[in-house]
C-alpha cells in the first residue's frame, strides 16, 4: 500500500508537549513574552472576512516590511517567505542541494537537517565540531560537498561562529555552490551574516519568526539571498503551493516589522536573563557552553543528561534532552522569564552535591 521511500522516511522528533500536568516550558526555545502591541491589534482588528480570498501569494508588502528591517542592503527581491523556518528549509532543499555530492553541516546541529536530507534523498556527510563544541569551519571545507549549511548561533550547543569566520568559509567555497546560513537565534547576540550578502552570490541566509519575534504559533519564516536565488525558491515554492501564507500571517507579520524596536527589548532581556543564568550555573559547577542564543546548552559533570533532565520535569520544568553520543551528558535549557529560571535553579540546587 505505502510506496518504498515512505518506508524510508525518519521524521523530526520536536520537544515533548505534555498533558499530564502544567510545566514551565524550557524545552521549545519559545519566547516567554507576548508578540508587540501592533500584532494583537492587528488580530483583535482582523476583518474575518478576508478569509474567503486568497492571499497575495508573493506576499509582496511582507517582504517589503522584513526588508525595511534589515537595513538598506535588503530589498524585497532579496527576501522569500514560507510557512516557518521548517517549510522555508524544504524548499532550499530541494532547489540547492543534489545528490552529486554530500551535503556537509556539523555533527551536532539542527536535526532537521537530516531529515529534509533523507526526504530528498540527498547524501549527507557530518563534520566534527570543534574540541570546544564550536562549528569547525576547515572540518566543513575537508570533504567534499553539494552544499554546506550550518545554524549560527548553532543549535543545541549555543556557540556563535564570528562573521570572519563565516566569511573565510566563503571565500574558500566554490561560487557554484549554496552555503546556507540559517540564523534562526541570530536575533539574540550573534553576527549576522547579512552583510556579506553583496560579496557572496551563493549565500543563502534562513530567519525565523519562532524565536524572536514570538510567533511559534503562528508559522512565518523567510530566507534572505541573492534575487536570482530568491527567483528560484520561488519556482520550487509555486511547483509545490501557490499560496504558502495566509492573509492573516502576512498582517501580522507585517504588524511585528512595523514594532522592531519592541522586539530588541525583549530579546536583550532574554540574552541577560541567559547570562544571568548560565552565571549561576557555572557558580554550582555546572559546564556551560557560551551561547548566544535563547537558550543554554550545559553539564553536571558526573550526572547523565538524562537524570537532569527527569529531575527538572518531575518538578515541572521542561527542559530538553539528546540522546546522542558526544552530547548526552547535556541538557539544552529554553530561556524564559527570570522567575522560570529562578525556579529551575531551585530544582537543580544541590541535587547532587
Known amino acids: 500500500m505505502f510506496a518504498k521511500r515512505f518506508s524510508e522516511l525518519r521524521p523530526y522528533v520536536p520537544g515533548e508537549q505534555p498533558k ?25 482588528d482582523f476583518d474575518a472576512s478576508a478569509l474567503r480570498l486568497y492571499p497575495d501569494p508573493d506576499a509582496r508588502e511582507l517582504r517589503r516590511a522584513i526588508a525595511s528591517t534589515l537595513g538598506d542592503e535588503v530589498t524585497e527581491e532579496m527576501v522569500f517567505v514560507g510557512n516557518g523556518s521548517d517549510e522555508v528549509l524544504s524548499f532550499v532543499f530541494y532547489t540547492f542541494f543534489d545528490d552529486d555530492a554530500p551535503l556537509v553541516f556539523p555533527e551536532h546541529t539542527y536535526s532537521f537537517y537530516p531529515v529534509y536530507a533523507g526526504y530528498y534523498d540527498i547524501p549527507v556527510s557530518r563534520a566534527p565540531l570543534a574540541p570546544d563544541y564550536s562549528v569547525d569551519v576547515d572540518a566543513l571545507l575537508a570533504k567534499k560537498s553539494s552544499g554546506i549549511i550550518f545554524a549560527n548561533p548553532n543549535a543545541p550547543t549555543g556557540i556563535s561562529l564570528p562573521l570572519a569566520e563565516v566569511r573565510r568559509l566563503l571565500d574558500s567555497y566554490p561560487r557554484d555552490r549554496a552555503v546556507v546560513v540559517d540564523e534562526a537565534y541570530v536575533d539574540f547576540g550573534g553576527e549576522t551574516a547579512i552583510p556579506l550578502l553583496r560579496e557572496y552570490g551563493n549565500l543563502v541566509i534562513v530567519r525565523t519568526f519562532s524565536k524572536s519575534y514570538c510567533f511559534a504559533g503562528a508559522r512565518l519564516g523567510y530566507i534572505v539571498a541573492n534575487p536570482d536565488l530568491i527567483r528560484a525558491v520561488f519556482t520550487t515554492k509555486n511547483s509545490f503551493n501557490h499560496f504558502p501564507v495566509d492573509v492573516l500571517t502576512q498582517r501580522i507579520g507585517i504588524a511585528a516589522c512595523s514594532e522592531a524596536g519592541y522586539y530588541t527589548e525583549i530579546n536583550s532581556r532574554i540574552a541577560r536573563t541567559r547570562d544571568s543564568f548560565a552565571a549561576s550555573l557555572s557558580g554550582e559547577g555546572w559546564k556551560v557552553l557560551p551561547s548566544r542564543a535563547n537558550f543554554v546548552f550545559a553539564r553536571k559533570p558526573g550526572v547523565s543528561g538524562r537524570a537532569v533532565y527527569e529531575r527538572a520535569k518531575a518538578a515541572g520544568i521542561l527542559v530538553r534532552h539528546f ?17 522560570d529560571m529562578r525556579r529551575l535553579l531551585e530544582a537543580l540546587k544541590g541535587a547532587w552535591s
Open 323 to 339: 540522546d546522542q553520543p558526544g552530547i548526552s551528558d547535556f541538557v539544552r535549557i529554553s530561556i524564559g522569564t527570570d522567575d
Open 20 to 44: 499530564d500536568r502544567a510545566y514551565v516550558k524550557l524545552n521549545a526555545n519559545e519566547n516567554p513574552y507576548p508578540p508587540a502591541p501592533a500584532v494583537q491589534r492587528a488580530i483583535r
